[in-house]
């Protein structure tokens, strides 16, 4: 019974230590990606509107592009 209670403490060490490991893995990666991040949230909404508005004129059709006047027209 002894070594199967020493088995079992050893393996819930092994678990606590792979645990505390996981955590400070999960901490660095956290660190890391607020770094890449910018830390401005306006400017995070303003770069999310100009794509928006990228994606908004490369999709517009032709028939609409027309309605701009000829001084604006590209082609």
């Known amino acids: 019974?002894?070594?199967?209670?020493?088995?079992?403490?050893?393996?819930?060490?092994l678990v606590m230590e792979e645990g505390m490991t996981r955590q400070q893995t999960d901490d660095e990666l956290l660190k890391k990606l607020k770094k890449m991040s910018v830390d401005d949230v306006g400017r995070e909404?303003?770069?999310f509107a100009w794509l928006l508005i990228g994606m908004l004129i490369a999709t517009?059709?032709?028939?609409i592009?027309?309605?701009?006047?000829?001084?604006?027209?590209?082609f």
């Open 60 to 63: 517009i059709p032709e028939e």
């Open 65 to 74: 592009a027309r309605w701009v006047p000829e001084c604006f027209a590209v």
């Open 1 to 13: 019974m002894s070594q199967i209670q020493n088995e079992a403490a050893r393996i819930e060490k």
């Open 45 to 47: 909404i303003a770069g």
